[in-house]
């Protein structure tokens, strides 16, 4: 079992004009196997967050638990799909997707048999020997995503994954995690700015204000699974939609510094 448990996360950074506080008491609970998307404006924290989580940035404040166990830096139960695809560029597609298992030592006979067909199923087939540089930013990404799949982490981190790429590798790709995550049910936390993605993908979307980045909302999804593109014509869908949509923008101001004077020069 791999969930995650975040208890008052804050963050601060250092500033030329003193300290920013980036997060404030953000506490949300992932459960193992859940799907939950992290939604608000850019520079809110997400990325922030999500580096917490993954073990790379310690927050000031709070307590983080992976596995009910507290996170002392990164791990090999946790996945990471940075927004910068970030392949090792003196290694081929494939190279880079064996790369985990061969670090792990979990290389076994059939290792290989699976990065081919991971790669053939994100659109990468004939480009094995490619080496990044020879990539497409889309491509690139693709293949980072392999990556990250072939070690079957039980929390999976994704930031932004399929923002860059266009809108039909984009629809492909979600299928793709869909249907991946239909069959191994790996935790998830996902970073994203598209509503239509969050709702389509998750058990949950967790909305975020900014300035300090805190939790305001957490909208339920309760969509049938297994799910599938055609979900995103029922009017329960477009309803959720809204309601995320709403919530993001009722986010929006929240917790800026112009809204708090507003809210004290008023009460
Ligand atoms: N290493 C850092 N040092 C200083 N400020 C940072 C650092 N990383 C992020 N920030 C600031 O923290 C805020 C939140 O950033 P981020 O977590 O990337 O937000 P998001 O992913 O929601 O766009 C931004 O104002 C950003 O400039
Ligand atoms: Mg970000």
Redesign the pocket.
């Known amino acids: 079992m791999a969930g995650v448990a975040l208890g008052n996360v804050s963050?601060q950074?250092?500033?030329h004009r003193g300290s920013?506080e980036?997060?404030r008491n953000v506490s949300i609970t992932v459960e193992d196997g859940e799907f939950v998307s992290?939604v608000?404006?850019?520079?809110?924290?997400?990325?922030?967050?999500?580096?917490i989580v993954g073990g790379f940035?310690r927050p000031d404040a709070g307590s983080v638990l992976v596995d009910a166990t507290p996170v002392r830096g990164p791990g090999s139960d946790r996945g990471v799909l940075f927004?910068q695809p970030m392949l090792f560029p003196w290694l081929t597609v494939l190279e880079n997707t064996l790369f985990g298992p061969r670090a792990e030592g979990s290389y076994a006979a059939d290792t290989r048999e699976r990065a081919v067909e991971l790669l053939r199923v994100v659109g990468l087939a004939g480009f094995e020997y490619h080496y990044p540089k020879q990539l497409s930013g889309g491509m690139m990404h693709r293949a980072a995503f392999a990556r990250a799949m072939m070690v079957n982490p039980k929390i999976m981190l994704m930031?932004?994954p399929f923002g860059a790429l266009d809108a039909l590798t984009r629809a492909g790709m979600q299928q793709f995690l869909l249907e991946l995550w239909e069959r191994r049910r790996f935790t998830v936390i996902l970073?994203t700015?598209d509503v239509e993605e969050a709702v389509l993908l998750s058990d949950r979307v967790a909305v975020?204000a900014?300035?300090p980045?805190e939790l305001v909302e957490t909208i339920e999804i309760p969509l049938p699974r297994p799910r599938t593109y055609d979900v995103s014509e029922s009017t329960e869908f477009v309803d959720l939609k809204r309601r995320v949509r709403q919530a993001v923008e009722r986010a929006r101001g929240g917790g800026s510094v112009v809204g708090a004077d507003h809210a004290r020069a008023s009460g």
């Open positions: 963050k950074y250092a500033h920013v980036i997060l992290l608000g404006r850019s520079g809110c924290g997400k990325t922030t967050l999500l580096r940035v927004q930031d932004e970073v700015h975020m900014s300035a980045g």
